[in-house]
């Protein structure tokens, strides 16, 4: 099937961009490689509605972050994220931008599931436009979410770092 | 320090910590099941077609077979109802086929989700509970009507010889026990079932139009 060997070979292409949104919305590795999987079949029924209009990496940004905002599974026990699952450099645990990344990594996934999704976006160089394409509310309001997401993160910082 | 500074090193974190998949591996993942909840409310739609199908197929041998003139009319009545529910059940499937909208702005998915999720649970709870008046009125109407005794109850009364007072005294604690116990128990099963979901659905909708409205 033509269609099939394209969207494998483009999302072969995009990988990382499921596994941003894995790594950033599951703590466990079990739950990556499920929602990695989800990601991966929700996208192939919707290549279909493709029409190539905006960028595939775009395009597939909206469908993992819908899927991620979604994934529905049976309660399990919250597992708590620290700094200490993301992954080590090659740098020493006491270089200070280090900490301040792996502060600001754990911050991120205090977020709720809607900012996550902003933040990542943001993250990408996204322009607030095109974040608001995505996301489904205006510009302005993306702006604003960012202001407030952004005091968030410093504030969530300060106190991540202070518990190393 | 701040987001901005943050973006590259972030970034690098995000992307690491995964193997990589070959096409191989992609197209292996293309036949596996999809978990997400249009899947799981299709599927539960899929047994609810088939679980009436087989039961309205059950009710109209019953209505043709049965040597009570009661039990002909309740199952030929039901398998009516039960038809009827069905239609709305492939009418709820339908539109979870349409409803694949994840290639959507985020708030509009969620917003077709919620909808169709609560149109299924009111369908659901409706259904359920129409069930115990439908029966009622049936029971009611139909011992009014039945020609033929039938023996194994007769025989049952007999032994038992309650009184009037009992009589009614019994169907007061059947009717408001069963009515109570379906209802809680019908709205609880739904609340576990999808209603905390639809909940934090609802909330993520409500976290995005917050700022909207100010």
């Known amino acids: 099937m ?5 969207f494998i070979a483009l999302l072969n292409q995009h990988q990382k961009i499921i596994y941003k949104v894995c790594n950033l919305y599951m703590q466990s590795h079990a739950d990556r490689e499920d929602l990695f999987q989800e990601i991966t079949l929700q996208a192939w029924k919707a290549y279909g509605n493709f029409r190539g209009e905006a960028k595939f990496s775009t395009w597939l940004y909206r469908v993992a972050l819908n899927t991620a905002i979604t994934y529905y599974r049976k309660e399990k026990k919250k597992i708590v994220f620290t700094t200490d699952e993301v992954p080590e450099q090659a740098t020493g645990p006491q270089d200070p931008i280090e900490m301040q990344t792996k502060a600001m990594y754990a911050a991120i996934a205090d977020l709720s599931r809607i900012d996550k999704a ?5 993250l990408e160089d996204y322009s607030y436009n095109e974040i608001s394409e995505v996301v489904g509310i205006t510009p302005n309001n993306i702006a604003v979410k960012m202001n407030r997401i952004k005091g968030r993160l410093r504030e ?5 770092l202070a518990t190393v | 320090m701040e987001l901005d500074e943050l973006k ?3 970034n690098q974190k995000l992307e ?15 036949n596996k099941k999809a978990h997400s909840v249009l899947n799981k409310i299709r599927r539960s739609l899929w047994f609810e077609v088939i679980f009436c199908l087989v039961f309205t197929v059950l009710l109209i041998y019953v209505s043709i077979a049965s040597q009570y003139q009661s039990l002909r009319i309740y199952a030929g009545s039901f398998s009516v109802i039960m038809l009827l529910v069905t239609g709305v059940f492939v009418y709820l499937l339908k539109q979870t086929n349409i409803a ?16 169709l999720m609560d149109e299924f649970i009111r369908r659901y709870f409706q259904f359920c ?10 029971a009611a109407v139909l011992q009014i009507y039945e020609k033929e005794a039938i023996v194994e109850i007769d025989l049952l009364i007999r032994k038992i ?19 109570a116990g379906l209802y809680y128990l019908t709205k609880w099963y739904l609340k576990k079932l999808y209603g905390n979901f639809v909940a934090q659905l609802k909330d993520y909708i409500r976290e995005l139009e917050e700022n909207e409205k100010e």
């Open chain 2, 16 to 30: 690491t910590d995964h193997l990589q998949r070959t096409e191989e591996d992609i197209a292996a993942l293309l």
């Open chain 1, 2 to 6: 033509p269609a099939e060997k394209e």
């Open chain 2, 129 to 138: 509970i129409a069930l115990l008046p439908v029966c009622t009125l049936f």
């Open chain 2, 161 to 179: 010889r309650p009184a009037q007072s009992q009589k009614l005294f019994f169907t007061i604690v059947y009717l408001v026990g069963s009515f």
């Open chain 1, 118 to 122: 902003i933040v990542m976006l943001y």
């Open chain 2, 100 to 115: 694949n909208s994840n290639n959507l702005p985020i708030r509009e998915n969620l917003q077709i989700i919620v909808k």
């Open chain 2, 8 to 10: 590259n090193k972030l």
């Open chain 1, 156 to 160: 969530q910082t300060q106190k991540h």
